[in-house]
């Protein structure tokens, strides 16, 4: 696709709140075929072509460099790069989709705590049962760099593809890890957070690809958002993103 | 003259090649040390969804091979190109040459320690003479944590965690006396049974789980989950505080020292503390002399006990040389190896590898 391309969301809580957002700004999306179709355009903005994705293919497509900018959950951003500090630049948090990416484990487990459980378990889970604690998970990025991080080595993950948190009542996993905002869908699946076990606190992001072209008119079009959503933000913003752009190779 | 290729020096003392495969399972390495490097591995996929990767170093594949052979000594030699995702640079350090060594199933460990270093610094030739030498002894850490009055779960603690720098600086405040506390229902609990005797402890803690209506889901069974949570009762009541002993582990592991110094420093640091670790530290004293002996310009090497602990599999001697080209050659003894990949019993093993590329840009940018 040639020119400005811009991602929102196509379905749910985060499209009517994006849209709701650029509404506001006097951006308001025409969504192509009566509200249905997956294209779109802006009054205000001629030369934008909008795309309507689903949220990991947002993040996909900026990790890609296939789209310029796109309004999509952190979570599913950091997922999708991965080297995401050259990938994907997170211009402006926008105060919805809240979601945290948590660790969750079993209530009956009532000796763990804490990471540091955790990771005592890991270990005589596997003296014991000879084989890994499974942890099931559409983050499995997000997780073994969590997992590095704080010095957890004995699991395997288990690629989630549907409803993660039934995966340790059908017996396909151990633990979870997934999004939770109220914990309510947790609890009635039997499972519980731990201390420490929050990988991420998610919020929906303008997010822009760092593997993207990016000419003149694009930063324009960049700039003409940044500054519709915030009156004079845009400046100092495509100052920094255009000096990261500089230090992360295509 | 050009200096002998390794392949003649190792043929030399008596090694036998070995070819093992460039490709190999992804799992046996992520097992090692757990998914934490899976980000310098080089991974392929085969249609079925096998994990394969390119190998990243040459111990675990010949000992993978020495054990489908029924092998259980060998003297072998390797040489071939290792895969590691390089950090960014753009001189193709993905894939690098290295040859080396590994003794395995070996009777006499001094002998074969000191071999090992011997036959690297052969290799290394000249480029020893700006080199920068590091020796370590992985098994003083364990002789360490016999002699300190922990009970045995925290010892393991230790023990498996020693190579993760991070997690055991955590494990060492908890010993410290940082125990952290438990809110909730949990914490009732603890309360509760903290004055019972340890078969009503453990009713009480079953009946909790079955008559409470919480689910057993996930692998867990209720008999291990009340084991543990009796231990951490017993870690809670227990004065678990011994910053003596913290002390006393941090300090040995700061240590460093010139290897003809070492043994004092270590007897010094013993009596200090209180720590019963002379035959330890006679070992260290004897294969010093013999490395020396070997090389008198060796006693100045730096001895650090805490040296090499980041490589999971090590567990005694460690050894390193540093050039200007970056490190030359390296190894170590790691003795629970074999049998964590799959042999019939313990076999002990030590082994040492070289870059020669390095070693050759180190020699030649020598005057």
Same mark, same amino acid.
């Given at each position: 696709m040639t020119g400005f391309v811009f991602a929102l969301p196509s379905k749910g809580r985060l499209q009517d709140a994006a849209f709701a957002l650029l509404d506001k700004a006097e951006l308001a999306v025409d969504r192509s075929k009566g509200g249905r179709g997956y294209t779109g355009t802006i009054a205000a903005l001629p030369d934008v072509n909008v795309l309507l994705l689903s949220a990991s293919e947002i993040a996909a497509g900026l990790a890609a460099g296939e789209l310029h900018l796109g309004i999509t959950g952190e979570d599913v951003a950091r997922e999708a790069a991965v080297d995401f500090d050259h990938s994907v630049a997170l211009l402006r948090a926008l105060g919805f989709g809240w979601a945290d990416v948590v660790i969750a484990v079993p209530e $009956? !487990?009532?000796?763990? !705590?804490n990471l540091a459980d955790l990771r005592d378990v890991s270990l005589d889970f596997l003296a014991r049962h000879k084989r890994r604690l499974r942890v099931a998970t559409k983050y499995a990025n997000l997780a073994h760099q969590f997992f590095t991080e704080h010095g957890l080595s004995e699991y395997r993950i288990v690629h989630s593809l549907g409803a993660t948190e039934a995966a340790p009542s059908s017996g396909a996993a151990d633990l979870v890890i997934d999004i939770t905002s109220s914990g309510a869908t947790l609890a009635a699946n039997d499972l519980k957070t731990i201390e420490g076990g929050t990988i991420l606190k998610s919020e929906a992001q303008l997010a822009a690809s760092l593997k993207a072209t990016w000419g003149a008119n694009d930063l324009g079009q960049l700039a003409a958002i940044l500054n519709a959503l915030?009156?004079? $933000?845009?400046e100092s913003t495509i100052k920094d993103f255009t000096a990261r752009l500089k230090v992360s190779p295509l | 003259m050009a200096e002998p290729s390794c392949g003649d020096v190792f043929e030399r003392a008596g090694f036998e090649r070995c070819q093992p495969a460039i490709l190999q399972p992804a799992d046996i390495f992520l097992d090692r040390s757990g998914d934490a490097i899976r980000r310098r591995l080089f991974t392929v996929s085969d249609a079925m969804g096998g994990e394969y990767c390119? *190998? &990243?170093?040459f111990t675990i594949p010949v000992c993978r091979d020495l054990i489908s052979a029924g092998s259980e000594a060998a003297r072998v030699w390797y040489e071939g190109p290792i895969f590691r995702l390089g950090r960014g640079t753009a001189n193709g350090t993905n894939e690098m040459l290295q040859a080396g060594i590994e003794i395995v199933g070996g009777q006499d460990a001094l002998a074969d320690d000191v071999e090992t270093f011997a036959l690297m610094r052969t290799c290394c030739g000249s480029a020893m003479n700006a080199a920068t030498v590091t020796f370590g002894d992985l098994g003083l850490f364990d002789a360490v944590l016999e002699a300190v009055d922990l009970p045995a779960h925290w010892r393991g603690r230790l023990r498996k965690h020693f190579w993760h720098a991070d997690v055991f600086a955590l494990l060492l405040r908890r010993i410290g006396g940082e125990v952290p506390s438990v809110s909730g229902e949990a914490g009732q609990l603890l309360g509760f049974i903290r004055h019972l005797g340890r078969d009503a402890a453990k009713a009480a803690v079953h009946d909790m789980l079955t008559s409470s209506g919480i689910k057993p889901i996930g692998g867990r069974t209720i008999e291990e989950i009340t084991a543990r949570f009796l231990e951490k009762a017993e870690d809670a009541a227990s004065?678990?505080?011994t910053p003596e002993i913290v002390t006393a582990i941090e300090t040995f592991l700061a240590l460093k020292a010139p290897l003809d110094r070492a043994p004092d420093v270590l007897a010094a640091l013993a009596k200090t503390h209180g720590l019963a670790l002379d035959p330890a530290i006679d070992a260290v004293a004897k294969r010093g002399d013999a490395l020396i002996m070997l090389d008198a310009a060796l006693g100045a090497a730096t001895f650090a &006990?805490?040296?090499? *602990?980041?490589?999971? =599999? =090590?567990t005694g001697f460690v050894f390193e040389v540093q050039g200007q080209a970056g490190k030359l050659a390296g190894g170590g003894r790691y003795d629970g190896l074999m049998e964590a990949l799959g042999a019939r019993q313990a076999i002990s093993a030590v082994g040492g590898a070289v870059w020669p590329a390095r070693v050759q840009a180190t020699g030649s940018a020598r005057p």
């Open positions: $009956s !487990w009532i000796d763990v !705590w915030e009156p004079g $933000s845009a | 390119l *190998r &990243p170093e004065d678990l505080a &006990p805490a040296f090499g *602990r980041e490589i999971e =599999y =090590y």
